[in-house]
């Protein structure tokens, strides 16, 4: 787990910056999967990202530069680096503004409508910015040509390394998530009709949505947090975020619809059979990590593979 001191922090973004800074912790620290920091140096705001994982602050580069270039809302990074213990970080620019996930309780319905709307143009506006020939990874490699170029084999690949975390002698849910699995894998053919990847967001959630009152309204400002972005499905990020607002505000699933499809088409078949099976295979992959760091997402996604198996 990646643990910093705030000392280290003040100390390396007054490096990187130049200036002295002051930082305030924001973002899920608990759950380890990164750090994240609001720095202000007294005329400027600026947000430092650390990475856990590899490759991570590589897809939020790649990721907002092609939605910089095609006019989607989002923060520029602004510099980039490694630590001196081996750790990626990223100097982000400041978008004022507060989370959806954190206003939308207090919001009226109007805006709400609007902003889902907003949300669902945006993600067809990201899946229409470019195609590409290869699923699940930036870079065509000896080691992964063998799944790269098919998405069903790449989804494959995914849940079988996600379910081989599970380990049955320790995992009270282990029958649960092996019985998803095994329906997962017989029903996988469904993913043939994939043909195409897409830039996906892979984590297109409210709480990655900045929002802004102005002259008295909240309004979609921006899109953030691109550190699992990277070319796949459009049909599978689609779903995704549909399961999430389903879950906390299904009467807002027909506006971000309705806005998706004001921009991109969708013409997949068995779209109910596709999303059982993406209701599958999403909590196979979030409660692989969650149980300990993220108990409340544990238990949404044990109970939404239950819901679906």
């Not at 910093?4 to 002295?20: L, N, Q």
């Not at 400002?221 to 070319?231: G, I, L, N, R, Y």
């Not at 779903?239 to 807002?252: A, E, F, G, L, N």
Request: aromatic fraction near 12%; proline fraction near 3%.
């Amino acid at each position: 787990m990646l643990s910093y001191t705030d000392e280290f922090v003040v100390s390396h973004a007054t490096d990187i910056i130049g200036k002295p800074v002051e930082i305030t912790p924001v973002g899920h620290h608990q759950i380890g999967r990164n750090l994240v920091y609001k720095v202000t140096t007294g005329e400027t705001v600026f947000i430092l990202k650390y990475y856990f994982k590899p490759n991570k602050c590589a897809n939020e580069i790649r990721t907002s530069k092609l939605l910089e270039e095609a006019g989607i809302a989002c923060p520029k990074v602004l510099c980039s680096g490694i630590t001196s213990d081996g750790f990626d970080y990223a100097l982000i620019e400041f978008v004022d503004g507060e989370t959806l996930l954190s206003v939308q309780d207090k919001l009226s319905q109007i805006e709400l409508s609007e902003i889902y709307r907003s949300m669902g143009e945006t993600l067809a506006k990201i899946h229409n910015i470019r195609t590409f020939d290869h699923f699940k990874t930036w870079e065509v490699t000896e080691e992964n040509k063998e799944w790269v170029f098919n998405f069903k084999k790449a989804v494959r690949k995914d849940i079988d390394r996600f379910f081989n975390r599970y380990d049955e002698d320790s995992c009270d849910d282990y029958q649960t998530f092996k019985t998803g699995y095994d329906q997962f894998i017989k029903n996988i053919d469904l993913f043939d009709q994939v043909k195409t990847a897409v830039l996906c967001h892979h984590d297109f959630s409210a709480r990655n949505m900045m929002v802004k009152k102005e002259n008295g309204f909240y309004r979609l400002k921006a899109v953030f947090d691109f550190e699992h972005s990277q070319p796949s499905a459009d049909i599978l990020d689609f779903i995704d975020t549909s399961i999430m607002i389903k879950d906390s505000v299904p009467q807002y699933l027909d506006d971000f619809s309705t806005g998706y499809l004001k921009n991109r088409s969708t013409t997949y078949e068995n779209m109910n059979e596709l999303e059982r099976l993406a209701s599958i295979y999403i909590p196979i992959v979030i409660c692989s990590w969650s149980k300990e760091n993220a108990p409340d997402f544990y238990e949404f996604g044990l109970n939404l593979l239950k819901q679906n198996i």
